[in-house]
């Protein structure tokens, strides 16, 4: 299994864009309902550019609840506090889980990309482009 080469952050750091300091934000879904607060990003450790939302679904008292994690391709921050995507509430609620963002691989990756039927982002070629 070959590890992530992702890096997490927990706190609206400066090293982010001031778009992407959204850690504390709330997602909502296609229906304005709120899916879950966004613990965290998983960001490219040179850029800092984030592939994921981290949120943790359900959970209850001293129990740890399902952590997932949520394509940049799929939301956009509106406003002070929200964060929206297009997905239903349900759908996000059932995408593949992690245990843990530290040992993330590259194979959990592609099946957590494969949900939300997107192409992993390290096997993108940039197209020639005749200017």
Avoid: A, C
Avoid at 22 to 28: A, D, R, T
Avoid at 76 to 87: F, Q
């Amino acid at each position: 299994m070959t590890p992530s080469p992702l890096k997490y952050i927990n706190d609206n750091i400066y090293s982010l864009y001031p778009e992407h300091r959204i850690v504390g934000f709330y997602l909502y879904d296609i229906h304005d309902e709120m899916v879950g607060r966004i613990q965290g990003l998983m960001v490219d450790p040179e850029s800092y550019s984030p592939r994921y939302l981290v949120l943790t679904i359900g959970g209850f008292l001293f129990t740890d609840g399902k952590i997932i994690l949520f394509p940049r391709d799929h939301y956009e921050s509106l406003e002070l506090g929200k964060v929206k995507t297009s997905w239903r509430r349900d759908s996000i609620q059932q995408s593949p889980s992690i245990n843990d963002v530290q040992s993330l691989t590259m194979e959990r990756e592609q099946v957590i990309l494969g949900y939300y039927d997107l192409e992993p982002y390290w096997d993108i070629t940039e197209t020639n482009i005749i200017p």
